[in-house]
C-alpha cells in the first residue's frame, strides 16, 4: 500500500473511530490488514482489553476462505466469552474483499452485528 493511501485510511478509521467504541455488553471487532495477513481482535474500549484475537496467521488457505476462516474463529472465541452482539469496525477498509469475508464468516459463526 503506497504512504498516500494509508494516509488516507488512517484518516478514515479515525473518523470512524470517533464514532464508535466498544463497551462491555457490545464490544468493538476490529480488523487490520498487512500485505500478508489479515487480524481481528475484540475489544472493550471502555476498560481497554482485548477479549479474544484471531490472524491468518494460523491457517493455511487463499485469501478469501483465510479471510472467512478468521471471522469463524474470533466468533467461536467470542462465544467461548458469552460474547453475541457486537459493533464491526472496518478499520478504514472498504467493506468488500477480505474485509467483506471475515464478516460473513464472523455472522456464520454467530455473532449480530
Known amino acids: ?13 479515525k473518523r470512524i473511530r470517533a464514532k464508535i467504541a466498544g463497551t462491555a455488553e ?6 487490520f490488514k498487512s500485505n500478508k495477513y489479515l487480524y481481528a481482535e ?7 482489553r ?18 472467512r476462516e478468521v ?9 467461548d466469552k458469552k460474547i453475541k452482539k457486537i459493533v464491526f469496525d472496518r478499520g478504514g ?6 474485509v467483506k469475508a471475515l464478516a460473513d464468516g464472523a455472522r456464520d459463526g454467530g455473532l449480530v452485528f
Open 50 to 67: 482485548t477479549l479474544a484475537a484471531a490472524s491468518s496467521l494460523e491457517f493455511n488457505k487463499k485469501v478469501k476462505d483465510e479471510a
Open 1 to 13: 500500500m503506497s504512504k498516500k493511501q494509508d494516509e488516507k485510511r488512517i484518516r478514515r478509521h
Open 42 to 48: 475484540i475489544i472493550d474500549d471502555v476498560a481497554g
Open 26 to 31: 457490545r464490544p468493538r471487532l476490529s480488523v
Open 71 to 79: 471471522g469463524k474463529t474470533i466468533a467461536q472465541r467470542a462465544g
Open 93 to 98: 477498509y472498504v467493506y468488500t474483499g477480505k
